[in-house]
């Protein structure tokens, strides 16, 4: 079985762009779920969406946004890029039941803002 | 509020020893589960072990177990038999509504 899949691996962006990240997950997984890690804070939650609805959401700005296809597969959008949203953006998928299955993570996309 | 807290940034521990990772965590949630998941330096995150809320017992995969005291609020990692592969991030994680994790201990292993 194909693991998640994060789509591109790195990014270079300027300040004001806006950037898109994808997420394939695990065949049969119906939630995804997004993580922007960073070397202070650690991994912070940024939501998380199950058959295709957002089913939680973390504290950041509205700037963070994401959708999820019929399919399974996410993606999330950062609009009007800041310095500070440089950082390792993380996917997981799950089934998503109510045993609180593990996650399965993606490798992640590095987004460097300039 | 849900929170996770490991107070150890970071850990060091000879090869063939056992180390202890400390994590405490916070929720108000009745049903939940905790893990512990490893990060290599390749950065893939991948589970190391889980442990339900509602099982006293606790959780034990080779040579990873867990020490959970409830009341507490604690959830520990034991690491028997260190190896050189074991170097990595650890994150512990709660998981009730959503899934939260800690700021992360980073282990080394000394040869």
């Known amino acids: 079985k194909a693991g998640v899949t994060q789509t591109p691996r790195y990014l270079i962006k300027t300040r004001g762009q806006q950037v898109t990240l994808s997420c394939s997950p695990i065949?049969?997984?119906?939630?995804v779920s997004w993580y922007q890690q960073t070397p202070g804070q650690g991994l912070q939650f940024l939501f998380e969406?199950?058959?295709?609805?957002?089913?939680n959401k973390g504290n950041f700005p509205g700037r963070f946004s994401g959708r999820q296809f019929s399919n399974s597969r996410s993606e999330m959008n950062v609009s009007t890029l800041e310095l500070g949203d440089s950082a390792l953006y993380l996917c997981?998928?799950?089934?998503?039941?109510?045993?609180?299955?593990?996650?399965?993570f993606g490798n992640g996309t590095r987004l460097t803002v300039t | 509020a849900q929170t996770v807290t490991q107070s150890q940034p970071e850990m060091s521990v000879q090869e063939a020893e056992t180390v202890t990772l400390s994590c405490t965590y916070d929720?108000?949630?009745?049903?939940?589960?905790l893990f512990w998941y490893k990060q290599p330096p390749s950065r893939q995150m991948i589970l190391v072990i889980r442990q339900e809320a509602y099982k006293q017992q606790n959780a034990t995969e080779n040579r990873f177990s867990v020490n959970f005291q409830k009341a507490a609020k604690s959830f520990s990692l034991k690491i028997s038999d260190s190896q050189l592969g074991d170097a990595a991030m650890y994150f512990c994680a709660s998981s009730g509504f959503k899934t939260i994790f800690g700021a992360g201990t980073r282990l080394f292993v000394k040869a």
């Open positions: 997981a998928s799950s089934s998503g039941g109510s045993d609180n299955s593990p996650l399965h």
């Open positions: 929720t108000s949630e009745s049903d939940y589960y």
């Open positions: 065949s049969g997984h119906r939630s």
């Open positions: 969406y199950f058959s295709e609805t957002q089913r």
